[in-house]
DNA sequence: TTGCAAATGTTATATTATTACATAGTGTTA
DNA sequence: TAACACTATGTAATAATATAACATTTGCAA
């Protein structure tokens, strides 16, 4: 949502197309989408998935495969990401609750060991669905 | 760990060679492996791995699309997951935290929006991989 | 013993992701 | 500017992960 200078051509086209998107998108999705801009191969869209991600740019929600943009502009180095998805429409959100990362930041297991990364999905009806 | 009367002769192979296994498989390194047992196609693999996530018996980890028995005989329906991922060996752990499972499993978003199911991945260095 | 649900077998195919190798741009510094 | 390192791009081929479709069999309960 805010700086963006510094993406690469390739980079910029497939961050665009997900940060408008108001669903996760998935690769090949995005191959498709994008092909009318010149790129053509699924490895075009990996190498660019890839940094974005690394960048904090856009997070994977790994359980759909599916690409979403940042929507916490606070989490420049997903390192600590949180996500609600509705299991029956699919729509996803990034949770941002200070309470919960500081929670899970500081979580140390049994042996003391803490962790430098987390993701988290939780799994639910969202409201529009549960109210069917 | 516990009761495996029930599950069926494919499912039984699956889980046995699973429960065995030291890390997360993966179907197709399972499927190599339990094709001297008859198993000759993918879906005869994911068929069982299916059945045997729904049931609790073992979990997927989402980031490594690889498969661990249950080692928490409490998590028998796999609503409530999380665990812990060695970046450098790859080596998995179940996280069985009472404080973690009850926060995570009460845990509303600023929409007073509750959960039914989540799953927690937690990354970092094993104790053996951080003092090399 | 009929009937249903779950599980199996088999083939083909869809979807997701990476390897390997060649080329081009970008910025830094000698 | 020339040399260098680094990042990004282009392209082809292929590996790895997962599902669709359809026929058959098995376990078990009414
Ligand atoms: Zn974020
Ligand atoms: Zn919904
Ligand atoms: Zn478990
Ligand atoms: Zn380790």
Same mark, same amino acid.
Do not use: W
């Given at each position: 949502?805010?700086?963006?200078?510094?993406?690469?051509?390739?980079?910029?086209?497939?961050?665009?197309?997900?940060?408008?998107?108001?669903?996760?998108?998935?690769?090949?999705?995005?191959?498709?989408?994008?092909?009318?801009?010149?790129?053509?191969?699924?490895?075009?869209?990996?190498?660019?998935?890839?940094k974005?991600?690394?960048?904090?740019?856009?997070?994977?929600?790994?359980?759909?495969?599916?690409?979403?943009?940042?929507?916490? =502009?606070?989490?420049?180095? #997903? %390192?600590?990401?949180?996500?609600s998805?509705? @299991?029956?429409?699919? $729509?996803? *959100?990034?949770? =941002?609750?200070?309470?919960? #990362? %500081?929670?899970?930041?500081?979580?140390?297991? @049994?042996?003391?060991? $803490?962790? *430098?990364?987390?993701?988290?999905?939780?799994?639910?009806?969202?409201?529009?669905?549960?109210?069917?």
């Amino acid at each position: 949502m805010e700086k963006q200078q510094n993406l690469s051509k390739n980079q910029k086209i497939i961050f665009d197309l997900i940060d408008k998107s108001p669903e996760p998108l998935k690769a090949y999705s995005i191959l498709f989408n994008v092909q009318k801009k010149g790129i053509n191969a699924p490895l075009q869209v990996y190498r660019a998935l890839d940094k974005l991600v690394e960048i904090g740019k856009i997070h994977k929600i790994e359980s759909r495969n599916a690409f979403i943009a940042c929507q916490n =502009s606070s989490c420049q180095i #997903s %390192k600590a990401t949180a996500f609600s998805i509705c @299991e029956s429409c699919e $729509k996803v *959100s990034e949770i =941002s609750n200070t309470k919960l #990362s %500081k929670y899970l930041s500081n979580f140390a297991d @049994e042996a003391g060991m $803490k962790y *430098s990364k987390y993701n988290l999905e939780f799994f639910g009806l969202c409201k529009k669905c549960k109210s069917k």
